[in-house]
């Protein structure tokens, strides 16, 4: 059985940083494609970093290029999404989310396309 657990959230002021984590189990983490959303209260679900299966390949919402990096530790099976120069607009429940049937260079931005899904963990940036 396949399981996502998210880490790491928490309450920042802004220009802060935070790192979270979300660690994998129940299949081979080398072939998964990995990508992190978030939900703020009253609007859509929306991605935010995604990264391939080789992690040769990332993707960024524009919000946040420049100030969050994904990245990916296969011995650990975890996958990371560091995030700098926090906003109060980054204020969000943040979801990491996996499946393995896309192609090794393949980064996928839409929730639809991800089967697995954790829990998720709160981010909250104050002014």
């Known amino acids: 059985q396949v399981q996502l657990v998210e880490s790491g959230g928490g309450l920042v002021q802004a220009g802060g940083s935070l790192r979270l984590s979300c660690a994998v189990s129940g299949r081979t983490f080398t072939g998964v494609s990995m990508g992190w959303f978030r939900q703020a209260p009253g609007k859509e679900r929306e991605f935010v970093a995604g990264?391939?299966?080789?992690?040769?390949?990332?993707s960024y919402a524009d919000s946040v290029k420049g100030r969050f990096t994904i990245s990916r530790d296969n011995a650990k099976s975890t996958v990371y999404l560091q995030m700098n120069s926090l906003k109060p607009e980054d204020t969000a429940a943040y979801s990491c989310a996996a499946d393995w049937r896309f192609a090794t260079e393949e980064v996928t931005t839409t929730g639809t396309g991800y089967r697995y899904w954790g829990q998720g963990t709160q981010v909250t940036v104050s002014s």
């Open positions: 990264i391939s299966r080789d992690a040769t390949r990332t």
